[in-house]
């Protein structure tokens, strides 16, 4: 179905419907390891499970994420049953001492403990976890659990200098990325429970972002830094993909607070385009952009283009039709490369510089980015609609 200029909403229609009609009723059979327990880490492209591949926490807590929101929606009627028998999962094999000390980092396809780095960034997902947990089904381990990792970092990997360490190894470079997705489980938390605690925390983070991630000369987001929260010269390649995702994450800490954050979103968005877009494929934007040069012409995963539209239907939502119709167009692209696949409902996650399709198998981290594309595009309809 083309994007008709006049009807972007078709387009975002599309996107839902491919979600809901073939990808869920295939991610929810084939995602789930019934013989050991857990998500498998990937599929392949004929849609069975890629065996023996390690599997990562923060993937177990993404997919819990997603199918209990799924369930949520009511856009598949065994989601919430697998969001519950996952969480199970994890909380018996990758949150030792009752997650005293949050999660492992990873386990093997038969549940054990392969390393048992606490890891921010699955620290975070953890919490995104047991914040849909909570909201979706009320399950008391799950919010006594998001108090213990909290009071983990707290305790051990809060830094004099601002946020939290990159995990207990002391492992540097310091990143934003596991900063930005506590905010996104700051407020998650918030949304479920109501609890000012939990929206001070996000507070706390996006003054990080805004003093430290955010570098306001050149209207981009820092990506690493040492011990001190220092920008880190050497590694100067920005991530128009997380800008994309700051735009996102900051509505949605306006819509619970009193912050007007309107022009930031807009220099993120805008020049995370500017920098990232290849407009010789489509305008899909790279995974890892050189300032000083114009380098959008690399590998391009599909999460940047998934936050891209999310960025898009953000701004569009505050009136800026050419956002709307932009988000449309790229919906109408990813049908034409990324979700062009044999098997219906899944996805090519990586292209190369000259537009050759380079992903070995099927992530299943992406779900998550994707789920949320479709919730904004299903949002931005609804609202286009009422208009």
Known sequence: MPCDPDKPQQSLLRLKDWFVADALPLWVAQSYDYDHGGFFEALNFDGTPAAGLTRRVRVQSRQIYVFTQVGLHGWHDDAEALAARGFDYLLDTACPDEGARGCVHTLSPEGNI????????DQ??????????????????AINLAERVIGFLDHELASPFGGWAEDDKETLPRRQNPHMHLFEAFTALYEATGNKRYIDYAGKTLELMRSVFFDSKSGVIREF???EMKFLERRSAVQPGHMFEWVWLLKKYERHTQANLANQRRVLLRRGAELGEDSNFYGFIGNEITIAANTARTDKRLWPQTEYIKAC?????????????RAAQLINDLFKTYLKTSTPGLWIDEYDKSGAAIAPHVPASILYHI?????????????MDAS
């Open 313 to 325: 239907l953000t701004e569009a939502a505050d009136g800026d039709a050419e956002a709307g119709q």
């Open 114 to 121: 392969i390393d048992d780095r606490r890891d921010l960034y």
């Open 225 to 227: 830094f040492d011990d």
């Open 124 to 141: 975070a997902f953890l919490l995104l976890a047991c914040a849909s947990r909570w909201k979706a089904a009320r399950d008391k381990r």
């Open 371 to 383: 789920f949320e594309a479709v919730v904004e595009a299903v949002n931005s309809t609804n609202t």
